[in-house]
């Protein structure tokens, strides 16, 4: 049974400040792994894509790898309020054409 | 790039009756579409994999002979509600494939069976 595992939330966090997103997942041969954004009653929207252990940087957002632990994270720098949607983990095990495994999402919240 | 459209938007219908949502994608070729379904306070489930020219792949506990998946071509697949009833009622979204790494979403189809 293939799991993603998400902190639901509400994390809150200011204007300005960062933003950490966690996710785990249970299968050790997962080789893809994703984040999207939700916004509320709208379909998922690609931030990023990491495939290798370690950390890759896109913007204000930072996804990292450790495969070893079947932990991948988001950061999200200066934070902003339309940064406030629900975050989405998403892990594909095989190659290309499987479907993914997506977590629960986490609602972050922006205060201004 | 890396847009994908799907139609109609949103959808209320009788039960008993089918409903046909499209997917397209419509800036790249998609030899593999993926069709999902989202309900309310719930993260997306994988439905079913579509590949063009061959059949859809289910995941388990989903019927295929109720939901109908035809991928005719590289930037068209459509998924076909046979009978629907109330508890079909949902947020269907379909991804495509790009270059057999990332997958684009649509922008979904909110179904209300009555």
């Known amino acids: 049974q293939k799991e993603v595992e998400q902190n639901s939330g509400p994390l809150s966090v200011p204007e300005g400040a960062i933003a950490s997103l966690n996710c785990t997942y249970s299968?050790?041969?997962?080789?893809?792994f994703f984040w999207y954004r939700q916004y509320s009653g709208k379909s998922p929207e690609l931030i990023m894509s990491i495939y290798s252990n370690g950390d890759k940087e896109d913007g204000r957002f930072t996804a990292q790898l450790n495969k070893a632990s079947q932990y991948v994270s988001l950061l999200i720098r200066d934070s902003q309020p339309s940064d406030s949607a629900t975050y989405l983990c998403?892990?594909?095990?095989?190659?290309?054409?499987?479907?993914?495994?997506f977590g629960k999402g986490t609602h972050l919240i922006i205060q201004p | 790039g890396a847009v994908v459209s799907q139609h109609p938007s949103w959808v209320i219908c009788k039960s008993g009756t089918s409903v046909k949502i499209e997917c397209r994608s419509l800036d790249f070729q998609a030899t593999t579409m993926f069709w999902y379904r989202q309900f309310p306070k719930q993260s997306l489930m994988l439905m079913a994999t579509?590949?063009?020219?061959?059949?859809?792949?289910?995941e388990q506990g989903v019927e295929k002979d109720k939901f109908l998946i035809n991928h005719a071509s590289l930037t068209l697949s459509t998924l076909t509600v046979t009978s629907a009833h109330p508890e079909d009622s949902s947020f269907y979204i379909c991804?495509?494939?790009?270059?057999?790494?990332?997958?684009?979403f649509g922008p979904g189809t909110r179904l209300t069976v009555l």
């Open positions: 299968d050790r041969v997962s080789q893809s």
């Open positions: 579509s590949n063009e020219g061959s059949k859809a792949t289910y």
């Open positions: 998403a892990v594909r095990v095989g190659g290309g054409a499987d479907g993914l495994t």
């Open positions: 991804s495509a494939q790009r270059g057999g790494y990332e997958q684009f």
